[in-house]
Each structure stands twice: as C-alpha cells, then as structure tokens.
C-alpha cells in the first residue's frame, strides 16, 4: 500500500513559533504530545493555540497514551485534533471507536511484533524504535532495524518512526517505503529546550524525504 511521496509528520511541536515552521517549510502534519511526564508534553491551552495558529493547513495529531475512552473524545473535540496516535498498551478494541481519525504506534521488536501491529484495525498504523533502557517508547532519537517493518508498508498506510534524522531518513525509505516518516528528535539540535525545533534540521530533513522520493 505504499505510494509514491513520502509523507512527512513532525512531531513533539512544543511552540507556535516551530508549529508555523514546520508549516512554512512544507511539513504535512505536526504532532502534539499530550502523555504526562514526557519532555514534549504540552497542555490543552498550548495545544489550543497551536491548532488555531495552522488551522488546517497541516494535519493535527494528537499523540496520547492509555487515556479513558470519554476523555479521549473530549481532548480531541476540546483541542480541535484532526487524528488520534495511541502510543500507550492500548487493545485494539480501544482504538476501534476513534477510527478512522485515529491509529495505533507499535514498537517492533521482532517478527512476533508485526502480527501484534496487525491486529489493531484501520488504515493507518506506526511502527516505532522498542523501548529504551529507560522504558521510555517514542521521542527518544533511537535507531533500529527499520527492514523489518517493510511488509506492514505493503498492507497498511505505515507511518516509520524512530531515531530518523536527515542522515538516515533516504535509507529507511528505501528499506521500508513507508507512507509516512515521523520524526522529533532529529530535527532538535542536541540538548533542546522541551523539544525546540531548529530550522535548519528541520529543512534538512524535509529535503532529505523529498529527494528519496523524487
């Protein structure tokens, strides 16, 4: 089910400012991160601004985790999310109510993993890095071993995540030919404040997916 252009989602947006940035340079959705206790978590107000500043010239997605079935439908309708990321322990029946404005992040460990990320309906689906020595999942600028992931792309809108950056993003592409590249740490220089995008590495990457598609 892959297609010829790569498409492009920013995620950890943490400010107007890197949220009109990512839509000046051609971004094709931008994530908002909404799981307390990680570096991009930001709050409704935040996030209400944002999505008001890009209204729809972008893509919001709204990356949650494990939240109750009621408050996840008022945070989407609250914010004014276009798309819902469940990037938690969530079961395939919690994602069944929000579709098809919504998919499941799975981490992909091994083969096994891939009949796990099958189970999860709907079109759309995220693979991303296994989880750090931390236990952290998403967001921590890790590479792994993206070839696995090649037969979802041939079955699903796959979205590919973790630890891209404008030096690996072709390579990935070319292993995996996924619908969609996900990336925040790597268009973060190292040791940015609450996930502060820099321009150039954002245009860098950016160019980098184009020119792998071209």
């Known amino acids: 089910m892959s297609e010829a252009r790569v498409r492009t989602k920013l995620c950890g947006i943490t400010s107007v400012r890197d949220a009109e940035l990512c839509v000046a340079l051609g971004a094709d959705s931008i994530g908002l991160n909404f799981i307390a206790g990680t570096r991009r978590c930001i709050d409704r107000d935040l996030a209400r601004a944002i999505a008001a500043a890009v209204g729809d010239r972008v893509l919001v997605v709204g990356v949650v985790a494990d939240m109750e079935r009621v408050a996840l439908a008022e945070l989407k309708d609250d914010v004014g999310l276009a798309c819902l990321q469940l990037h938690g322990s969530e079961a395939p029946a919690d994602l069944e109510p929000f579709l098809p404005h919504a998919y499941k992040a799975v981490a992909l460990r091994s083969e096994a993993d891939l009949e796990r990320a099958r189970s999860y309906g709907g079109r759309f ?60 740490s790597g268009i973060e220089e190292p040791g940015a404040r ?21």
């Open 194 to 214: 609450r996930g502060e995008k820099s321009e150039a590495r954002v245009a860098a990457f950016l160019e980098a997916v184009r020119g792998a598609t071209a």
């Open 125 to 184: 689906l995220l693979v991303d890095a296994p989880p750090n020595a931390a236990g952290e999942l998403g967001g921590t600028g890790s590479a792994w071993g993206y070839a696995l992931a090649a037969p979802l792309a041939r079955e699903r809108r796959l979205s590919l995540a973790g630890g891209l950056h404008a030096g690996n993003v072709a390579e990935a592409i070319a292993a995996v030919r996924p619908w969609c590249v996900d990336v925040a």
